[in-house]
């Protein structure tokens, strides 16, 4: 096998597998549409109750502090370190007992 000929049967094969994966592409983007729409419809499900579940002073504050950070993350990029996570650190017992 000459090295042209081995080149067009390797450039054959990458066409026929890129056209199969072209074929196939309408089921598996409707298979990650749908999983994708139910996705959403559980996660709006669990913002609601978390949502119920906060506070309206929390709630409140909240919007301000991110209003805040909005406003100002272009003249003052910290001010985004608003959306840090921060949980504080306690010993397991500390914890349940807080639930008992």
């Not at 592409?25 to 669990?46: D, F, Q, V």
Request: charged share 30%.
């Amino acid at each position: 096998m000459s090295s042209p000929h081995r080149k067009e049967c390797l450039d054959y094969q990458m066409n026929d597998s890129n056209f199969c994966k072209m074929i196939r592409m309408k089921r598996t983007l409707c298979w990650k549409y749908k999983l994708a729409r139910n996705g959403i419809l559980e996660s709006g499900k669990a913002f609601d109750r978390l949502d119920e579940a906060a506070p309206l002073y929390l709630k409140t504050e909240w919007l301000a502090r991110e209003r805040i950070a909005q406003s100002s993350r272009l003249n003052d990029p910290s001010a985004m370190d608003e959306y840090e996570i921060n949980i504080k650190k306690g010993t397991l017992s500390s914890i349940v007992s807080v639930k008992v």
